[in-house]
């Protein structure tokens, strides 16, 4: 197992030097699910929200967190994304988002990803709090990254799980 590099040789937490390394594409992509009552999935499906578009909303929503990640998560660089985007669908007793971040650049782009999804998985809690307090926010996790020293990375499949 590699070592945690957000720590100093005395254990002291710090922004990690990036400067030397390479401007390479990067690419991360997450996903993430938030259950809920069936009805309240074919409100949103319908689109017939009291609220409005709240695929649309939340789509915007992780976006913006995307872009913002920098100034969320204490030790995370500042980045340039070149691109986001978020694909939600609606199941039968839940929303599935997906976000795909990138970067030409020194850093991945994990935590933009992963950002992304679980603002967008939060907006549509806010949006469907008034109708379904039950909903359940599972299963964020990072899919695959690509660029970098390390490569590409690809998440294995859980026995049982459905994509």
């Known amino acids: 197992m590699t070592e945690f590099t957000h720590f100093d040789d005395s254990g002291q937490a710090h922004m990690v030097d ?7 594409h990067r690419v991360a992509i997450a996903e993430g699910r938030i259950r809920m009552q069936a009805e309240t999935a074919d409100r949103i499906r319908a689109g017939d929200h009291r609220k409005g578009d709240v695929l649309g ?23 340039g994304l070149t691109r986001v985007t978020l694909e ?3 199941g039968a007793d839940h929303v599935r988002v997906q976000a795909t971040c990138e ?15 679980t603002v967008a998985l939060l907006t549509v809690y806010d949006m469907c709090k008034a109708v379904d307090r039950g909903m359940r926010i599972e299963g964020v996790r990072l899919l695959e990254k690509h660029g970098g020293r390390s490569g590409s990375w690809f998440a294995e499949t859980q026995a049982g799980e459905k994509e």
């Open 18 to 24: 990036v400067g030397a390394k390479p401007v390479t």
């Open 103 to 117: 970067v030409q650049g020194q850093t991945g782009v994990e935590m933009e990803a992963l950002t992304a999804v």
């Open 88 to 90: 939600l669908e609606t």
């Open 57 to 79: 909303v939340a789509r915007v929503a992780g976006i913006m967190a995307a872009k913002r990640t920098g100034e969320l998560i204490p030790l995370c660089h500042p980045i």
